[in-house]
């Protein structure tokens, strides 16, 4: 089982910041590392697929980074909606596995 | 507009099965690989298990021995049992909508399952 590793596992930000989050996995997946984004009793929402695909209606400020092993979710000009955890998931191989979220506060 | 709506029994005691269903309304079911996702109150995502139309199925290996998935074409749907139940398994369940090797782009709204004595 491939193992995702975020960091950190909170963060706090101020309007207009620019923050990262990454993933580690604990063996290569190419570029099968998506990132989600999840609001508090809400379902996950898809941001960003394979790596760098950002998913159609997403705010250009999120943008997704990496290959292999490392992989990095940044938000460039933070926003007070974009208070949430925020997940990576791999698709690479069976069982898939997720992250254990970060918790971004504004 | 592809909307999963999901529904089955929200309160289980221990040793009895959980049993929940997900229709699929909108877009094509053929092609995907339909999810069950959970997560425990607080917690992280952990994923159940797929089904294909075809009834192909693929396991978490943690849950394997306990979980069953079927898929009704007919109705564009597809369901999840999981038996002998615990605490342990108290956690909000999501379907989802895969692909090999895809991420899950349409969620359903959740079903919170307690698992209470």
Same mark, same amino acid.
């Given at each position: ?7 950190? @596992?909170?963060q706090?930000g ?7 989050i ?31 695909? !950002?998913?159609?209606? !997403? ?10 092993? @490392? ?9 007070a909606?974009d ?12 069982? !898939? ?10 | ?26 877009? &094509?079911?053929?092609?995907?690989? =339909?999810? =069950? ?9 952990? =994923? ?8 192909? /199925? ?20 597809? &369901?999840?049992?999981? &038996? ?5 398994? /108290? ?13 899950g782009?349409? =969620?359903?709204?959740? /079903? ?6």
């Amino acid at each position: 089982e491939i193992v995702l590793t975020q960091s950190p @596992d909170f963060q706090s930000g101020t309007p207009k910041e620019k923050v990262t989050i990454a993933c580690r996995a604990s063996q290569t997946i190419g570029t099968g590392l998506h990132w989600y984004q999840q609001k508090p009793n809400q379902s996950p929402k898809l941001l960003i697929r394979s790596a760098s695909h !950002v998913i159609s209606g !997403v705010p250009s400020r999120f943008s997704g980074s990496g290959s292999g092993t @490392d992989f990095t979710l940044t938000i460039n000009g933070l926003e007070a909606e974009d208070a949430a955890t925020y997940y990576c998931h791999q698709s690479s191989s069976l069982p !898939v596995t997720f992250g254990q979220g970060t918790k971004l506060e504004i | 507009q592809v909307q999963l709506q999901q529904w089955g029994a929200g309160l289980l005691k221990p040793s009895e099965t959980l049993s929940l269903t997900c229709g699929v309304h909108g877009g &094509s079911f053929s092609g995907y690989y =339909w999810n =069950w996702i959970r997560q425990p109150p607080g917690k992280g995502l952990e =994923w159940v298990g797929e089904i294909n139309q075809s009834g192909g /199925t693929n396991y978490n290996p943690s849950l394997k021995s306990r979980v069953t998935m079927s898929v009704d074409t007919s109705r564009n749907q597809f &369901s999840m049992n999981l &038996s002998s139940v615990t605490a342990a398994d /108290t956690a909000v369940y999501y379907c989802v909508r895969g692909c090999r090797g895809c991420p899950g782009d349409y =969620w359903g709204q959740g /079903t919170l399952v307690t698992v209470s004595s």
